[in-house]
């Protein structure tokens, strides 16, 4: 096995390698229809709303108060009302 001695080679092939590659479409859609699935544990939400927030390029990435607003909005109305408050 080969050493890699290039900091630029390494990085793109890390990323060749655990980079989840969708379209821009599907990562905006994904975001904007983000919802906690009911059998699904608030971490688990909370780690995958990161992930998917993340994968929107940073260029058109809302900033970190928007998405604090839109956070909520994956949970029942009761309890989105509630995180609101």
């Not at 994904?30 to 390029?57: G, L, M, W």
């Not at 970190?64 to 994956?74: E, Q, R, S, T, V």
Request: with cysteine.
């Amino acid at each position: 096995m080969g050493t890699i001695n290039i900091l630029p080679v390494l990085h793109r092939q890390f990323l060749d390698h655990w980079e989840v590659n969708k379209n821009l479409l599907q990562i905006l859609s994904e975001y904007e229809n983000i919802k906690r699935n009911a059998s699904e544990t608030i971490q688990d939400y909370c780690v995958r709303f990161h992930t998917v927030y993340n994968a929107i390029p940073v260029d058109i990435k809302p900033p970190m108060g928007l998405a604090l607003i839109k956070f909520p909005d994956g949970f029942y109305p009761d309890m989105t009302y509630q995180l609101r408050e």
